[in-house]
């Protein structure tokens, strides 16, 4: 008869006998004494007691409920004898490193990798794979099917996380041995102090209720979708600065942009070229240039900070990022200096008119066109909006500015059909202005009751853009009969009719003049029958 003696080994309550107890002390007491002076000594021992515990739980067997001394030199062989282990702590402690063999691999979630909750990565270290191919494969299902978010908390909710040094050992599939628990540990202490998400293997009593454990659990949910959501944003954030950068790259060069439709490009015309109708020609390189330098400095800088944060990279030298900064305030403080500069070329505005008489043949109506000279091509040119319309056109390797005039229709007051043409252009000074304004060339053309109106007129490096506008206002007696053809749609503004019809809707259609403006020709039409 022997006498029994129950412990408690790592959380687990055991009866030993005498002997082996004694043996078991003894073996304790020398790990205990080899790792006093080993930052994370605690961790050490609850590591190595939880893992003895589990190997005397597995000799257990029906029929045998006490733990003798045959079973004690077992375990103590399994794990290790502290002679073996070596006494130069000085020396760099090698990473763990995947064995080639599956052998007492479990699946965990690994902490000390994890960007979410440490699946992806205790996937890696279960098939021996990088966590980044498997990262990628679970965002490549989310896109592709959607099914990568729900496989990702099923993972999440089912898998262990690996927070004892001896779980992580039996993640990589390794032998949970003294000296792997006493490397992993130290591992975990690199400068004495445990590391973050790092937990003893001793079994706790209780680790939170079950209510607090589930609003843990949908916190952790809730912060997934969010940094999910996050990553969608950066990545179309990167995107959509490579494609600006393109844009900006294309405009300059040629004045396209593959990605943009044809209302936000120049038409092949440079962008140098278009900044140089609105500035003066010193003034077109130093813009351009400020433009870009405006442009692209955020937007490179915006590209790297999401990619900085995505993949983890270190802070840059602050020199370089102070010194991009100064030079984007500088471009910005000159391109301000020289848009007042700018400004003062329209302080004064000069304006010139001309009147043309219209003859009405009688028993005619008045077809009123725009003429074909360019109405065709301006279907084919880019345009843009800057108070009126603008369309950059080159013509014999020249650039040119097309502008819209606008196109009133009124009752005479004089009962005289005519044309009135008023030109504007705005300058530094009155004369300037004045001489802006004379320069404008536009004509109307009359052939018989066929009215042509020019549906631009054409300003070159020559006379460039100084604000200059063209109103054209046909003036019609009363009863005078005028057909709007649809070529006029966008010329037309604030005609005056009794339909109260915007103008642009007024084409092609037969009107007749009064005194409260155009009015529809009314049709003849059968007597209604009455009852």
């Not at 045998?64 to 070596?86: C, F, S, T």
């Not at 628990?181 to 009593?205: L, M, N, T």
């Not at 097309?402 to 008023?422: C, F, K, M, N, W």
Request: hydrophobic share 45%.
């Amino acid at each position: 008869m022997k006498k029994s003696i129950k412990i408690n080994l790592g959380g687990l309550v055991l009866h030993v006998d005498d002997d082996a107890y004694d043996l078991l002390r003894h073996y304790l007491d020398q790990l205990q004494s080899r790792f006093s002076q080993v930052p994370g000594e605690p961790e050490i021992l609850n590591d190595i007691e939880t893992r003895m515990s589990e190997l005397f739980q597995e000799k257990l067997v029906p029929g045998k409920e006490v733990i003798n001394l045959e079973d004690v030199r077992e375990i103590i062989g399994i794990m290790g004898e502290p002679e073996e282990i070596g006494e130069d702590e000085s020396e760099e402690i090698p990473p763990v490193q995947p064995p080639f063999s599956h052998r007492g691999r479990r699946m965990f979630r690994d902490p000390s990798n994890q960007k979410i909750a440490g699946v992806c990565s205790g996937l890696a270290a279960y098939f021996r794979l990088d966590p980044v191919f498997i990262r990628i494969l679970f965002i490549a299902f989310t896109l592709a099917y959607g099914a990568g978010i729900l496989v990702y908390l099923v993972l999440w909710a089912a898998t262990p996380e690996a927070r004892t040094a001896a779980e992580k050992l039996e993640m990589y599939g390794e032998p949970v041995t003294v000296e792997n628990i006493e490397r992993q540990v130290r591992q975990e202490y690199p400068d004495g102090r445990p590391a973050s998400g790092y937990a003893s293997s001793a079994r706790p009593g209780n680790r939170g209720t079950l209510i607090g454990n589930l609003v843990k659990a949908m916190v952790r949910i809730i912060m997934v979708f969010f940094k999910l959501i996050g990553m969608i944003i950066a990545v179309s954030l990167i995107f959509a600065g490579i494609v600006m950068l393109g844009a900006i790259l294309g405009l300059m060069i040629n004045g396209k942009a593959w990605f943009l439709n044809s209302d936000f490009n120049l038409g092949g015309i440079g962008l140098g070229d278009a900044i140089g109708f609105f500035v003066s020609p010193g003034s077109a390189t130093v813009a351009l240039i400020g433009l870009i330098i405006l442009i692209v400095v955020p937007l490179i800088g915006l590209i790297y900070g999401v990619v900085r944060v995505i993949f983890h990279l270190k802070t840059p030298d602050r020199s370089g990022i102070f010194s991009l900064s100064g030079i984007w305030a500088i471009t910005l403080m000159v391109l301000i200096i020289m848009g007042v500069n700018e400004g003062g070329r329209y302080a004064r505005q000069g304006r010139t008119t001309v009147d043309q008489t219209l003859g009405v043949p009688q028993n005619k109506k008045i077809i009123i066109k725009a003429s074909n000279n360019h109405a065709a091509q301006l279907d084919r040119i880019a345009e843009f909006n800057l108070h009126n319309k603008f369309w950059l056109d080159r013509r014999n390797d020249t650039v040119c500015l097309l502008i819209q005039p606008t196109v009133r229709i009124e009752y005479s007051q004089d009962s005289l059909a005519g044309i009135h043409i008023r030109k504007t252009a705005r300058g530094s000074r009155y004369q300037d202005a004045q001489q802006y304004a004379e320069q404008i060339d536009y004509t109307i053309n009359q052939l018989d009751s066929v009215l042509s109106i020019d549906p631009v007129y054409r300003l070159t490096r020559h006379n460039r853009y100084h604000a200059q506008e063209v109103e054209v206002t046909i003036s019609l007696p009363a009863g005078t009969v005028v057909y709007l053809d649809p070529s006029l749609r966008k010329l037309l503004y604030a005609v005056e009719n009794t339909e109260d019809t915007w103008s642009g809707d007024l084409v092609g259609q037969e009107w007749i003049m009064t005194p409260d403006g155009l009015a529809p020709v009314l049709q003849n039409k059968p007597a209604e029958k009455l009852d």
